[in-house]
């Protein structure tokens, strides 16, 4: 497939990098990127690579597009108030670059879907709100052997890192079970600044394109954190864990469920509120 | 003792991990602990004593995204 007229002057910049060229631009173009989420690090994530020309791009979300979304989620306008995350998305993608493939799910990824929609795209990035989604989206992407970038914020904090399934450290031999409901605030109930969210979701497409283009040092066995107060990058060392309960050498997981979060009576917002 | 704890240098009385986040009133549950570059599990955090010059890190969950 040659490139036209068009697509060599819109991805020039791109293709005038060495280690990018013709040839990664290409690879791009055939890269299939499954984006879970719509909202903070999701805008982000699916406008770059819309920029970027990827081939083709899946969205999920099940939400609709209120009010206190706009704050962050560059990806919505004002007048799409109502609308399903996953249409206001699509039309910005198509808007931004009508060569980009795109395909919406207005759903929540569950133990049922999972693997099938993800039988379609080459990688996955996770711009999930939740620890269930996110667990699953870990498991989902070791069974389907897909590699994840994984991103979370919270107030003015960030965190990303890239999983190459069965090769690398996953999410769970780090957090090997879902930590109980209630004792991590979540941004609705912690709030979260909302440039945080474009910095790491930028991240994540940025490490995404360079495993597409096979360049650069891929952000496996490391924890990349962000402290938006102190404005400090840190990076911490992970290794692939042998008792992981997925990856490691005697699994307890050995097929897709949908992970359940046990209830807790600990609310850190309180014990936060009694400390001051 | 000292020790270094996300990066930072900090005294410490805590003889364990266990002991360490007690005192800084974290919640074992809400975090993932490596002592020098390796993972220790929650079921061990009261039996890794603390040393002078330790490196401690603590993972929070971010549950965030949306
Ligand atoms: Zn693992």
Redesign the pocket.
């Known amino acids: 497939m040659a490139f036209t007229e068009e697509q060599l002057v819109r991805y020039s910049r791109h293709i005038i990098l060495s280690e990018v060229g013709g040839k990664g631009q290409k690879k791009i173009g055939k890269a299939r990127v499954l984006v879970i989420g719509a909202g903070g690090l999701g805008s982000p994530i699916a406008l770059y690579l819309a920029a970027a020309g990827i081939g083709k791009m899946g969205i999920i979300d099940a939400d609709t597009v209120d009010l206190t979304n706009l704050q962050r989620q560059i990806v919505h306008h004002t007048k799409d108030v109502g609308r399903p995350k996953v249409d206001s998305a699509a039309e910005k993608i198509k808007d931004l670059n009508p060569d980009v493939e795109v395909v919406t799910y207005q759903k929540y990824l569950d133990a049922e879907n999972a693997l099938e929609i993800y039988a379609d795209y080459d990688y996955v990035i996770d711009g999930t709100d939740n620890f269930p989604a996110k667990f699953l989206i870990n498991d989902a992407a070791f069974f389907s052997k897909k590699p994840l970038i994984h991103g979370g914020i919270l107030r003015f904090d960030g965190q990303l890192f890239t999983i190459i399934p069965g090769e690398s450290?996953?999410y769970?031999?780090i957090f090997p079970e879902l930590p109980p409901q209630g004792i991590v605030p979540s941004c609705q109930e912690a709030g979260v600044l909302g440039a945080l969210a474009g910095l790491i979701g930028t991240l994540q497409a940025t490490e995404v394109i360079k495993l597409i283009l096979g360049i650069g040092n891929p952000l496996t066995n490391r924890i990349l954190t962000y402290h938006g107060l102190e404005t400090l990058f840190r990076e911490i060392k992970i290794k692939?864990?042998p008792d992981?309960p997925?990856?490691?050498s005697n699994p307890s997981i050995t097929e897709l469920t949908m992970p359940v979060q046990e209830v807790c009576d600990f609310n850190p917002l309180e014990a936060e509120k009694k400390d001051q | 003792m000292f020790v270094k704890i996300n990066g930072k240098k900090e005294e410490t009385q805590a003889e364990t991990l266990d002991a360490l986040l007690k005192s800084k009133d974290i919640e074992p549950q809400m975090v993932s602990v490596e002592l020098n570059n390796a993972l220790i599990a929650r079921t061990d955090l009261a039996d890794s004593p603390l040393k002078e010059g330790d490196a401690i890190e603590l993972l929070f969950f971010m549950g965030g995204g949306i």
């Open positions: 450290a996953c769970r031999c692939k864990s992981c997925l990856c490691g």
